[in-house]
């Protein structure tokens, strides 16, 4: 069994309920309130893991989210790999692992549910500590919305490990006291576990919130795991804190060396002993107090080792009645031990006086480094204070304060002041009047005595074993290395050595980094800059960046109003778009195959109906509508006059082939746009794109209404029948209805908009009906097209039509290389406009060589034989020698009912030129002659367009 060192009387923790765990296969009990990490030290276990590079044994460092050390693996009650042990919330039950560096993700899917909320306020508070809870307060008395985020599972920041005293009560009372207030009022929301990990513009912060940590195997699965929180907020207070930054000196690195105040922290909140025999060493004041504390405690401490020569006095004459000795000027040059610190090595900083001491524990205080990391997310600007020994907020900006010691402040009282002013501060910048005040607190007792000394390493000793990225094994010698490979950039020097790209992210290390950098170059830190500082703060989970857009919320399923018929009727769907598109209605003992053969001979001989809803319908309106098109179509759309459609392409930039579709004019300023269906949110976003970005002086809207609309196509030589039965007032004579016009009509009773549009070459009408009336209209064009033989098809038969008449898909016969031209469609592409996107790229040389590839059409010699799609063309009637020359590749590949034999659509080098060659693909181990034509190949004419 492990040895016991949980203290009798200090700490937060439930002593009465205890918590049975399990850490790399052994059988330990913590404590209600422990942090994994705690509880591990409570039994003595500091070693976690071996180091990544060097597989030197690590211990736990720290006591937060800076922890660059204790990297473990959950497996029960959830899966959950690379977490901190100082972050995971101890529960019955817990199972977890040390890990080297990385890893693995479970093998079973995540049942846990993971979620995203908003928030807006006026105010929002980011930290919990002193100088937080003084901002929210004076914030919220003032009647502001007021959000308090804090990553801990109660308020209280860094007095959670103290022992102090303020306005003649304990700390703990007055956080107490404060937080109750906070809850009392009506318009704030406090939220616990909750880390921001990132601040944009517009104040803008997201925020990761840990909802079931603490809950263990009782946690009730309608609660979600983890929550992003997006909150809006008109002003921000950022009361993050500081991380005590370690020191570098030989053998840094062994467990049992530690940050001190997360010792402070582990005797205050934990009530554990992190140590039996401890020796201190700092440049600062904060140190003593944990020294003094310990030695309170109980807890043997007979050294402290300072590196400054002049000492506190008053803090040095309470460390010698409690039995520790203070070394002014001394440093740590290196240490002993195995899997735990055993010795550690002292001398004089003048290189005289000389000494080793027997230690299981080394706190360690370099100073502090202000957690700055949102506040320059947001755009603020950074500066080095000497004083302090790191950076420290620079310039004010106007939508966020800085309070506490993540402004370099130290002494409580001060932060608490700080936090009061900004909150007062943020009230009045988001227009509230201050309410009543929070008193300024009285004096600090324990207020700093001596200014700080900055040290980042201990001269001297082997820098191969000096560690500046415990994660990363990266050691004062690998800085060196870089700095002498001739890079001066801290940016380039991180991603050379790899320090601060692990889970802390340089929390630690950073800064260290950047001084031992600055140092080897003899240059100032005061001109120089750390590295860029990007969200996330801390790691946050995939999952919970996801939420609950996994399995069908991923990759939503889109159904038509029409769908339930479909299932009714046999249909089996193909996925388009996210949408279940019916591709073909088999009937008793028919494959695929059979039944789109059926379905073709339907449309081409009488009468065939389909669902097309899913095609992309975006409404455009506005004065400047006409002008938005011509730019966005190769063709000129301005001219369309009212009652009439046009079909148009869309390219990129580059001149390329991006969707295409109809635009319909309904009023001089008010177009109906249709679009591919897998592209319909692709093009709204491309008409956003240019009219926020490059065009934003045009008045105009564009809306989706693709889901407002259910679109029936109803195709072939009996479809006028059809509908002149259902539409008795309407003219569908060919004189009086004309091809690609369209008319408001009464179809079947109910209101509809009629065009006149063929994708299948046969006489065909395209009926737009209100999304809740589809299928009605459906029903009554199934019962009307009955004497007719009228058959329902789907997109697979849509197919084989529309590549007999030569009309490619997007997507499918083009490949983001495509121009109009290629396709044989520079019919579409206007000469008369002076500009379009696009247009400039079509002069190119590259677009204007003669051996681009080109849409053509295929015969097979063998007309039973089925060109797989993808298959590639080449020019010998035998497989030569690599490498084989290419000419191009199958896009469609179809077996016609109307042409009695199969048939492909192609990409060919030369294409146009080649009709009438004979040319061939290869097909697994044989070759297939085939012969190249133009790519309409049925009705040429385009006779049966009229009926």
């Excluded at 140590?275 to 201190?280: A, K, M």
């Excluded at 009212?642 to 109809?662: A, H, L």
């Amino acid at each position: 069994m492990s040895a016991d060192f949980r203290l009798p009387r200090c700490g937060r923790i439930d002593r009465d309920t205890r918590l049975r765990f399990t850490f790399n296969g052994q059988s330990l009990a913590g404590r209600e309130g422990d942090t994994l990490a705690s509880a591990l030290l409570a039994n003595g276990v500091h070693q976690v893991t071996t180091s990544i590079k060097y597989g030197r044994p690590r211990g736990i460092m720290a006591a937060g989210v800076e922890e660059p050390n204790a990297l473990v693996q959950v497996a029960e009650p959830y899966s959950e790999p690379m977490l901190t042990a100082t972050t995971v919330e101890l529960c019955d039950g817990l199972v977890a692992d040390g890990l080297v560096g990385h890893g693995k993700l479970p093998a079973e899917p995540d049942l846990a549910r993971y979620d995203h909320k908003h928030a807006h306020c006026d105010v929002l508070v980011v930290g919990a500590g002193p100088a937080g809870l003084a901002a929210a307060l004076t914030a919220a008395r003032s009647g502001a919305r007021v959000v308090v985020v804090d990553d801990q599972s109660e308020a209280g920041g860094s007095l959670l490990g103290r022992d102090d005293y303020l306005d003649e009560r304990s700390s703990d009372a007055w956080v107490r006291d404060i937080v109750t207030e906070l809850a009392s009022l009506p318009d704030v929301l406090v939220l616990d576990r909750t880390t921001a990990f990132g601040a944009y513009q517009d104040g803008f912060v997201l925020a990761l919130q840990r909802r079931t940590d603490h809950l263990g195997f009782d946690a009730p699965s309608h609660v979600s795991r983890h929550r992003i929180w997006r909150i809006r907020a008109k002003q921000t207070v950022i009361a993050t804190g500081a991380h005590e930054r370690p020191i570098v000196f030989a053998d840094n690195d062994r467990p049992g060396i530690m940050l001190a105040g997360a010792a402070r922290t582990y005797l205050h909140r934990y009530g554990v002993q992190v140590g039996r025999r401890i020796g201190v060493f700092t440049t600062n004041d904060s140190a003593y107090h944990a020294a003094i504390e310990l030695a309170e405690a109980g807890i043997d401490v007979p050294v402290l080792i300072d590196a400054r020569h002049d000492v506190p006095p008053k803090l040095s004459a309470e460390c010698a009645t409690r039995g520790i000795d203070v070394y002014p000027g001394h440093v740590v040059t290196g240490t002993e031990g195995a899997e735990r610190l055993t010795d550690v090595h002292i001398r004089s900083i003048t290189g005289g006086h000389a000494d080793t001491f027997v230690c299981d524990t080394l706190l360690v205080s370099g100073g502090w480094n202000p957690a700055v990391h949102l506040f320059s997310q947001l755009g603020g600007t950074l500066r080095y204070s000497p004083e302090v020994g790191a950076y420290v907020p620079g310039e004010a900006l106007s939508s966020a304060r800085v309070a506490g010691s993540a402004t370099g402040m130290v002494e409580l009282t001060a932060c608490i002041e700080q936090g009061r002013d900004a909150g007062r501060a943020a009230i009045t910048a988001a227009g509230f009047t201050p309410g009543a005040e929070l008193p300024a607190p009285a004096a600090d007792a324990r207020a700093e005595e001596t200014a700080a000394a900055v040290l980042w390493r201990v001269p001297g000793g082997e820098t191969d074993t000096q560690f500046v990225d415990f994660q990363r094994d990266a050691t004062v010698s690998d800085v060196t290395r870089a700095t002498g490979a001739g890079l001066e950039s801290l940016e380039h020097v991180k991603r050379y050595t790899t320090i601060g790209t692990a889970h802390d992210q340089g929390k630690t290390s950073g800064m260290l980094a950047a001084a031992i950098v600055a140092e080897e170059l003899g240059a100032d830190l005061a001109d120089r800059r750390p590295t860029t500082f990007r969200p996330p703060y801390a790691s946050v989970p995939f999952a919970a960046l996801g939420g609950r857009d996994r399995g069908e919320l991923y990759d939503p399923i889109r159904v038509t109003a029409l769908h339930d018929w479909h299932v009714a009727h046999g249909a089996e769907f193909e996925d388009v778009g996210q949408w279940k598109r019916a591709r073909h209605y088999p009937q008793d003992g028919e494959d695929m195959h059979a039944a789109v053969l059926r379905e073709c001979r339907a449309a081409r001989e009488g009468v065939a109906l389909m669902d097309a809803s899913t095609l992309g319908k975006i409404d455009v309106q506005g004065p400047d509508a006409a002008e938005l098109l011509d730019m966005l179509y190769t063709n000129m759309m301005s001219t369309l006059k009212v009652g009439r459609i046009r079909y148009g392409i869309m390219c990129g930039i580059d001149g390329m082939v991006i969707d295409d579709g109809t635009v319909i004019r309904l009023a001089d300023d008010h177009f109906l746009l249709t679009t591919t269906t897998g592209n319909a949110a692709m093009v709204l976003d491309w008409l956003e794109e240019w009219l926020q970005t490059e065009w934003p002086h045009l008045r105009v809207f564009a809306t989706s209404v693709t889901e407002h609309w259910v679109t029936v196509p109803l195709v072939g030589p009996k479809s006028r029948d059809v509908l002149a039965e259902l539409a008795p007032e309407l003219d569908v004579a060919g004189d009086a209805f004309g091809f690609m016009t369209w008319q408001d009509a009464v179809v079947a009773g109910i209101p509809a908009r009629v065009c006149r549009i063929s994708f299948s070459g046969e006489l065909a009408y395209e009926i737009n009906v209100h999304a809740w009336d589809g299928l009605a209209l459906w029903e009554a064009l199934i019962e009307a097209g009955e004497p007719y033989g009228i058959t329902p098809y789907g997109t697979e038969t849509m197919h084989v039509l529309r590549a007999e008449k030569g009309y490619p898909i997007v997507g499918q016969d083009t490949d983001g290389t495509v121009t109009p031209q290629d396709l044989g469609m520079s019919w579409a592409v206007s000469k008369k406009k002076a500009d379009f996107i696009g247009k400039r790229s079509f002069s190119r040389a590259e677009n204007l060589r003669p051996d681009r590839k080109q849409l053509v059409g295929l015969v097979p010699a063998d007309p039973t034989v089925l060109l797989p799609e993808g298959a590639h063309i080449i020019e010998s009637d035998h497989l030569p020698e690599p490498p084989v020359r290419m000419l191009g590749h199958v896009t469609s590949s179809y077996d016609s009912a109307a042409l009695g034999r199969t048939f492909a659509l192609a990409l060919l080098r030369s294409g146009r030129d080649r009709i009438g060659e004979k040319l061939y693909a290869p097909v697994g181990d044989d070759l297939v002659a085939v012969t190249v034509t133009e790519t309409v190949l049925y009705d040429k004419e385009g006779a049966r367009r009229d009926g």
